[in-house]
């Protein structure tokens, strides 16, 4: 019976590991407003300021309703990786090869936010 409960509890120790080897969910991101604020005044106030190359102007809260209705996984995404849109390019990471995803996304939220929109 002994040797039984140490077969028993070895292979639940070893289930417990394997189990634990796996990889972690994605983490859900959340929009940090202030880091989003210093992200988009170093680097996407050049275009979303006033909407130079196409981009949509912070004021421009029709355009930002219709990108908002694409949902933030899609808009984040796009930051990242670029977008041929109907208005223009949106480049890769905007140009800002030191933002990481959590800076875009930051800068997603505060644009959003400015122009009175919420993302789906």
Not at 29 to 54: L, R, S
Not at 80 to 99: D, H, K, L, S
Request: a neutral charge; hydrophobic letters at 40%; aromatic letters at 8%.
């Amino acid at each position: 019976m002994k040797k039984l409960m140490m077969i028993v509890f070895a292979v639940g120790m070893f289930g417990l590991f394997l189990s634990s080897c796996g990889e972690a969910p994605p983490k859900k991101m959340t929009v940090n407003i202030e880091n989003g604020k210093v992200i988009y005044d170093k680097a996407c106030i050049a275009c979303h300021w006033k909407g130079v190359a196409g981009a949509a102007a912070l004021t421009d809260t029709p355009r930002w309703e219709t990108i908002a209705a694409k949902g933030m996984d899609t808009i984040h995404q796009h930051s990242i990786t670029g977008f041929q849109g109907e208005y223009g390019v949106m480049p890769e990471r905007g140009t800002c090869t030191a933002c990481s995803d959590q800076d875009m996304y930051d800068a997603i939220g505060y644009m959003l936010k400015q122009a009175g929109v919420s993302a789906k």
